[in-house]
């Protein structure tokens, strides 16, 4: 997942995630405030479901 990869491996989804959303005509800086705010919606909906870390990894680590 994002939070469990290096610094490195942000980076590089970073750009790429930026890359896309610039095509709005957003800055660099527009576009990841935008992403984070994006991301901390979505955990903090999942948490109010119920998700937590645990069941999160779990979920990740299954195998289809």
Same mark, same amino acid.
């Given at each position: ?12 989804? +970073? %750009? ?6 610039? #095509? #709005?005509?957003? #800055?660099?800086?527009? #576009?990841? $405030? %935008? ?7 979505? @955990?903090? %909906?999942?948490?109010?479901? @119920?998700?937590?870390? +645990? ?6 680590? +299954? $195998? $289809?």
């Amino acid at each position: 997942t994002y939070w469990n990869a290096t610094e490195e491996e942000r980076q590089k989804i +970073e %750009k790429k995630i930026a890359f896309y959303v610039q #095509s #709005s005509n957003l #800055s660099r800086k527009e #576009s990841l $405030d %935008k992403l984070y705010k994006t991301m901390a919606t979505i @955990g903090q %909906k999942a948490q109010e479901r @119920g998700l937590t870390p +645990e069941i999160l990894e779990s979920l990740l680590n +299954e $195998d $289809d």
